[in-house]
């Protein structure tokens, strides 16, 4: 697959020297908000969140190939305070906390004020965009209209555009997804949307780990993802505990997983903490963790290039770029 010039920059500046990724997921607002206060989210201060994210970042942005930030309340205010090192990736979401719709049928929106273009404007290295989908729900045709209209302007822009589709349910009466259903509709909407103009996508684990507890069937699984996929894909980590989350990324990199985009896997427990005690979870739990994480992906990940070979650019290719 061919990739423009600026998407390969951005994609190599989110990524370890064995090319693969190692980010960490801290776009978060209002699950934070909820995690914070479970009484009162919405009494959760501006400064509280800025503060929290200004101090998980500025601990283990140094072990990550790249950051992921929301606007609201992390980008500017990390950039301004000088948390994120010059040789890490920065990328930022697009989308609104939260859904629009029912949850059988839910619709995605990106955050009003808030675009591709500032994110450039910005200096960040690609975005990221949530879109809750279901192959067969009368809402997907206008989500992935969505999706393509973000992706053409990435391509306009040639800016890296990760994708992460969460999947849900569509009967009314029921619409949380059987371990059955679940896998398989990760696995084609990983086959449908990585055929989008995303540059890479971010999936969920595509087995019910609750259910299925054979790391046989975990690995069967993944192949089937990568074999699904179009596009290099990473592991999100949708607030699993670090133990299972480490078996889930052994695998899922075995498997042909190009890393990993975590968040509460990692720094979760911070949240609870007073800011002395955090500190020290941070620079000795929530690193020792990150640290593991990216010593596996390096290992066994397969490298995103694999998906987007080198190529040559023509004499005077500045005059039409």
């Known amino acids: 697959m ?3 010039i600026g998407k390969r920059r951005c994609l190599t500046a989110c ?21 914070i206060n479970p009484e009162d989210p919405e009494g959760v201060t501006y400064e509280t969140l800025v503060k929290f994210k200004q101090h998980v970042i500025s601990r283990l942005a140094p072990e990550t190939s ?4 929301d606007p609201e309340y992390g980008t500017a205010q990390n ?9 890490v990736g920065h990328i930022v979401a697009l989308e609104e906390t939260g859904y629009a719709g029912e949850p059988y049928a839910r619709m995605s929106e990106i955050l009003q004020g808030w675009s591709v273009e500032k994110a450039q404007k910005l200096g960040a ?8 989908y279901h192959p067969e729900s009368d809402l997907a045709e206008q989500q992935r209209e969505l999706i393509l209209e973000v992706a053409e302007t990435c391509r306009v822009h040639d800016l890296a555009f990760f994708l ?5 349910g569509i009967d009314p009466e029921n619409p949380k997804l059987s371990p059955d259903e679940r896998r398989e509709t990760i696995i084609e909407t990983a086959r449908i949307l990585s055929q989008t103009g995303a540059d890479i996508l971010k999936v969920e684990f595509p087995v019910d780990v609750n259910a299925q507890p054979d790391q046989a069937v ?3 699984a993944c192949q089937e993802l990568t074999e699904a996929c179009a596009i290099p894909w990473v592991l999100l980590s949708a607030g699993v505990d670090y133990p299972l989350y480490l078996k889930q990324v052994v695998t899922a990199c075995s498997a042909g997983a190009s890393g990993i985009m975590v968040g509460r896997a990692v720094w979760k427990e911070a949240v609870g903490l007073s800011v002395d005690a955090r500190e020290r979870f941070l620079r000795e739990t929530a690193i020792e963790r990150f640290i593991k994480l990216r010593s596996v992906v390096d290992g066994l990940a397969m490298p995103w290039k694999t998906y987007y070979p080198e190529s040559t650019v023509p004499e005077f290719w500045y005059q039409s770029y």
């Open 125 to 132: 290295s690609g975005v990221k965009m949530l879109v809750y």
């Open 66 to 69: 790249a950051v992921l930030l």
């Open 164 to 168: 992460e589709p969460i999947v849900h």
């Open 79 to 87: 950039i301004l305070a000088d948390t994120i090192p010059g040789s």
């Open 15 to 35: 990524s370890t020297m064995q090319g693969v990724f190692a980010i960490l997921a801290l776009d978060q607002r209002g699950s934070l908000r909820k995690a």
């Open 218 to 220: 975990w690995y069967e």
């Open 2 to 4: 061919s990739l423009g």
